[in-house]
């Protein structure tokens, strides 16, 4: 199923003319600074009444992918399921205690769902405790919310993403070669798992000696500039022998690389996730990274919107959609685990081109896109 990324940018920016004039008609106002609430026209075949739906993102700072992908995303498949949906967004931009404030904001609007990308899934147990005193289901997205019971989790299979990138750090390092890894932040339980697949993969040849460990560091928000500053301590500490780099995402490969070309060193492995414009600028145009993981979002946006509308209509979701569980500490929590792509120079047409995530306009001149 592909979408037209290359039509986004105006369709949002439509959709988004049409959900303001509907907001000014209505003279409903925003959850906060960084929040909107999307109505769709009323539908006369529509079995139930219109339902507020929150849709809460964590940041902008370190990938777009929130803005403009996720959040279009799930609403334009919300609206296909139901065109009365409401849909309650907000952004909390990194904060915590901001995040607190948007869910308590949109269980007072009235929303009857919460789907959440935590902040800090090892603090968000205080978003499930506020959602549960007002009777409202939280559906854990794309990080997974710990110590709490949650609905749902939709993500991609996040230890197979670190076993993807294991893999190609072990297939093209070479013998004896020194690995660093840059894990992502320590906040976020996908990088714990990240860690956990590529670590599956490279202890077995840690411990052997085919390759080693030189260096590793969680990097706290995935800031770029204190992965770049890790880089270099990696560099300084191994007196420049790296012979391949594992960063978790994007943003870490392009601080690794930086650091490593202040070094002058090239034609190393290096590693990625997201399939960011930059990143796959970076594969393509310049050959500095070698390779990144690509995780369809809209895959991920339409599975949220179909269990968000299973839950508000009381129907089961299908079997073939929730196909595994993931422990987070409190339960093992009914699960759509999506499957992430290896990209590299050779598939970015038959991958992201393809499926309308990017163009080629955009890989050449990502910082235009910004």
Known sequence: ?????????????????????????????????????????????????????????PETNTSPRW??????????????????????????????????????????QGAKLLVVAPVNGFAATTIVTEAARAHVPVISYDRLIQNAKVNYYVSFNNVEV????GEYIAQHTKKGG?????????TDPNAKQFAQGAHDVLDPLFKS????????????NWDSQQALTEMQQALTRLHNHVDAVLAANDNLAGAAIQALEQQHIKGIPVTGQDATDAGLHRIYYD????????????????????????????????????????????????????QPIVVTKANIQSTVIKDGFTTWAR????????
């Open 1 to 57: 199923m592909a979408k037209k990324t290359w039509k986004k940018s105006a369709t949002w920016m439509a959709a988004a003319a049409v959900m303001t004039g509907i907001l000014a008609g209505c003279g409903t106002s925003s959850a906060n600074a960084q929040g909107s609430t999307s109505t769709g026209a009323a539908s006369a075949v529509n079995p139930h009444p219109s339902v507020k739906i929150a849709f809460l993102m």
């Open 67 to 108: 803005e403009y992908d996720d959040r279009p995303d799930f609403i334009a498949a919300m609206k296909k399921l139901d065109p009365n949906a409401q849909i309650i967004y907000a952004n909390a931009q990194g904060s915590e205690a901001t995040q607190i404030q948007q869910v308590e904001s949109a269980i007072t």
């Open 162 to 165: 670190g076993k993807l990138q």
């Open 178 to 186: 020194t690995v660093v890894m840059l894990d992502g932040a320590p």
């Open 209 to 220: 000696g085919k390759l080693k460990l030189g260096y590793e560091q969680y990097t706290p």
């Open 287 to 338: 050959g500095t990274q070698s390779m990144t993981v690509y995780k369809p979002i809209y895959e991920e946006a339409n599975a949220a919107a179909q269990l968000a509308y299973d839950l508000i209509t009381g129907k089961k979701p299908p079997a073939s959609l929730v196909n595994g569980t993931v422990n987070n500490g409190a339960m093992n929590v009914p699960s759509v685990l999506l």
């Open 363 to 370: 890989i050449k001149n990502p910082a235009e896109q910004q």
